[in-house]
Structure formats: C-alpha cells, structure tokens
C-alpha cells in the first residue's frame, strides 16, 4: 500500500514529528522517514526517535504517533499517478487484486476503502494476529481467498521488506521504483521485474485462470 499505491510520507512524517515534538525529542526530515518506512510503525518509531530510550518511554512515543496518524492518515494521502487507471485496467482483465501492509489495520481498512474499494475487497495489515513482512502468511491467506496459486501470482512493492516477503512466500516480485526505496538500491536486490510506470504492470498482470 505505502510507496505502491498510495503516497502517504506526508502523513507519516507528520505524524512522526508531532510525537516527537510531545515528547520533546529531535524532529526527522522527510529522507529520514522515508528511508526509515517499510517495517511497520513500530520500527519506524524505534528508528525516529532518540537511541536508548527505555521500553516505557518507547512504547509512549509509538502510542503518541498511532493516535495522530489514525486521526490524520488522509490528511496528504493520494495515489501515485496512475494508480488508478491502472486498478481499472486490471480489474477490467479481471485480475484479482489484494493488499498485504505494515500499516496498522484501521488504517489499512480505512485507506481502501476511501480509495481503492471499487476495485480490492482484500485489504490486510498489522494486527495482534497477523505477522508483519516479510513474513509470508498474510500473503498467503489472501492468495487463498482469491482463489489463485502462488505460481500464478505476482508480488508487487516497493521496497527489501516486499522483496524478500515475496522470496518467502516463493512468489515472483516486481519492485515500483517511485516509492520509499531508490532504483539503484532495488536493482541490486535482484527482483524479478523493475518497474519505473504503473503501465508496465499490464505487460506482467493476467488472471491467475490465464497464466
């Protein structure tokens, strides 16, 4: 979802910052969380604030930050251009569509079904019962529920955490250069396809009964 579909550093950052700034710690720059996004909230947390904080003290800035972004995640929050042209064109080939995210799952409910509720129905993220990437099991339900095999099936994300959640769940990968990783750094993880516009995903996406 984050740095795939959706561009939501804004929202992040701001979020970020404002805990940071309740709890009277250093400020992050947008490269900062950008560079720090991909494993969930509680990493990103861990990452933006000070070194050797004790448990209490990072459990509170996490908790800060979670109530303000599930307050403002559309405050900035918009799908890359293209995106949904592309969703349309895929739903017109009658691709199944789900997503897998770090983001917490009100969030993930929320942004869906504001944005891309016409065209996914699958929408899971970080929960007391679902493990976070790159474990695959989340992926796997949600191939499950769409009626398609993994062999059939194509990952698509935009960062390491998404590349090796696909090598777990023994699926092909496409990484999206126009999220929270550089190209160059993509390149060097090898996925299987690299992907630089939302277009060229129609080159690669069939429904699973056509693969």
């Keep these: 979802m984050d740095g795939t579909l959706l561009d939501t550093l804004d929202d992040l950052a701001g979020s970020a910052n404002y805990a940071l700034r309740q709890h009277g710690y250093p400020q992050r720059s947008l490269a900062e969380v950008r560079r720090f996004l991909g494993n969930g909230i509680k990493m990103l947390m861990q ?25 403002h995640s559309m405050d900035a929050t918009r799908p890359y251009p293209g995106i949904l042209p592309l969703l349309d064109a895929l739903q017109q080939r009658g691709v199944s569509m789900a997503i897998i995210s770090n983001k917490l799952q ?11 509720s016409a065209y996914i129905t699958t929408a899971v993220g970080e929960s007391p019962t679902v493990r976070r990437k790159p474990n695959p099991d989340a992926v796997l339900a949600a191939l499950t529920e769409l009626g398609c095999a993994r062999e059939e099936a194509l990952y698509i994300g935009d960062s390491e955490v998404d590349i090796q959640t696909a090598r777990n769940a023994e699926m092909a990968c496409a990484a999206v250069t126009w999220g929270f990783r550089d190209r160059d750094e993509l390149e060097r993880l090898q996925p299987n396809f690299l992907i630089d516009e939302p277009t060229q995903l129609l080159e690669l996406a069939l429904p699973c009964a056509d693969r």
Excluded at 47 to 71: I, M, S, V, W
Excluded at 108 to 114: I, R, S, Y
Aim: negative net charge; charged residues 15%; hydrophobic residues 40%.
């Design 47 to 71: 990452h933006c604030g000070p070194a050797q904080l004790t448990k209490a003290e990072a459990a509170d800035l996490l908790n800060t930050f979670r109530q303000h972004y599930l307050e």
């Design 106 to 116: 009100p969030a993930v409910t929320e942004l869906n079904a504001h944005f891309f």
